[in-house]
Each structure stands twice: as structure tokens, then as C-alpha cells.
């Protein structure tokens, strides 16, 4: 017997637990032309899927099973463990630390495929079994830019900031030090500081 149960809605898509499985499925937008809004569900969700497929191979992230009758949805499985937005700052500052060194050496290993993530916050990570997964690439894209790179990484400064702000400091410098195995890594933190000062400009 299949059972679905709604366990979160954003802005671009429900995600349903369907037994051991997950479902994104990108919500209609009624604003929006049907053709028009059909066409940008069926290309987001195709890029997504596509994303996510060349990510799995090379961090943990869920690798998407095809379903092409269903060009709406993704379907994927249930990654079980701890949200770190919700549990990261009950962890002692090691094991803070280590959490991390991991999310640091993740995000190299996408840097330089150039998959560029686009929402790196706490909330799209998991622990499990003392691993990291990186979930949800729905604003993930492909680029050689230095500058979006600098942006990825700006983005989960942020997060940090201001979810984990007692020890924000510390731990992105742990992210740092392990995101250096990135050949380029210090031309992103050069323009990482273009990107900081920008957005002090615009405040």
C-alpha cells in the first residue's frame, strides 16, 4: 500500500514522502500562461534532474530515478537523518567542525565539475550516519564563472550567519580551509570579497 504524506511546500515545489521514496513535484503557477507555465515546469524540472543525476556520482546527494511519463516530478529516494539547519548547533563545536570539513570538501568536488548548487543553506543538508547530503538543486545551473562560484559560496556564508550564528565564524573557516582542494579556490575567495562589498554598497 502506498503512502504519501505531504512533508514540505515552497514557493516552486511540494515534497511528498511516498513510502521510501521522495517526490518533488513542481507546483502549476496560475499567473502564468498553461503552455508557458507547462513548458518552464517541464524544463526546470528536466535541469534538476540532470543535476542532481551528475551530482550523485559525485558527492552524496540523491541520485533521481527516471520517470519520464511524469515530466513534472522527481522522484528520488528518502534521504533519512538530521536536518543540519535544525540540529547542527546541537552538536558539540568538533563535531561541528567536522560537519564542515565535509561541506567545504562537497562543494569543491561540485566547484569543479562547475555545478553550481544555488541554495547552499543548512536546510538542504543532511547528516546521515556521519555523512553529508546535499539535497535540492531546483536553483542549481552549470558554470565556469568564478563569480557564481563566489556567489555559491557567499550564499552559504549567509545561511551561516544567520542560522548558526555562535559559532559562524569558526565553522566557515572550516569550510574554507577544506573548499582550498579546489584548484581555484583562491580566485573564488578573491571575488568572494567583490561580492561582500557589493552587497554592503546595496545596504
Known amino acids: ?5 505531504l512533508i514540505a511546500q515552497g514557493a516552486e515545489a511540494k515534497i511528498i514522502l511516498s513510502n521510501d521514496f521522495v517526490i518533488k513535484d513542481r507546483i502549476k503557477k496560475s499567473y502564468r500562461i498553461p503552455e508557458l507555465d507547462n513548458k518552464i515546469r517541464r524544463r526546470r524540472t528536466k535541469s534538476e534532474t540532470k543535476l542532481l543525476l551528475k551530482s550523485s556520482k559525485i558527492i552524496n546527494s540523491p541520485a533521481p530515478f527516471f520517470e519520464p511519463q511524469v515530466s513534472y516530478q522527481i522522484k528520488m529516494p528518502f534521504i533519512k537523518g538530521k536536518k543540519l539547519s535544525e540540529h547542527l548547533d ?5 563535531k561541528q ?6 561541506i567545504g570538501e562537497s562543494i569543491a568536488k ?7 548548487h544555488g541554495d547552499l543553506t543548512t536546510s538542504n543538508m543532511i547528516l546521515q550516519k556521519n555523512k553529508i547530503f546535499i539535497l535540492d538543486f531546483g536553483l542549481g545551473f552549470i558554470s565556469r564563472k568564478i563569480e557564481d562560484k563566489a556567489v555559491d ?3 552559504l556564508k549567509q545561511a551561516l550567519e544567520a542560522k ?3 559559532h559562524w565564524e ?4 572550516e569550510i574554507k580551509n577544506s573548499y582550498k582542494k579546489y584548484p581555484e579556490s583562491e580566485k573564488v575567495f578573491q571575488r568572494l570579497q567583490a561580492v561582500e562589498k ?4 546595496k545596504n
Request: aromatic residues 10%; charged residues 30%; positive net charge.
Open 97 to 102: 567542525k567536522q560537519i564542515c570539513k565535509q
Open 164 to 166: 548558526h550564528f555562535q
Open 1 to 5: 500500500m502506498i503512502q504519501q504524506k
Open 153 to 155: 559560496i557567499h550564499l
Open 170 to 173: 569558526i565553522l566557515f573557516k
Open 198 to 201: 557589493r552587497g554592503r554598497y
Open 90 to 94: 546541537k552538536f558539540d563545536l568538533k
Open 110 to 116: 561540485l566547484h569543479e565539475h562547475d555545478i553550481i
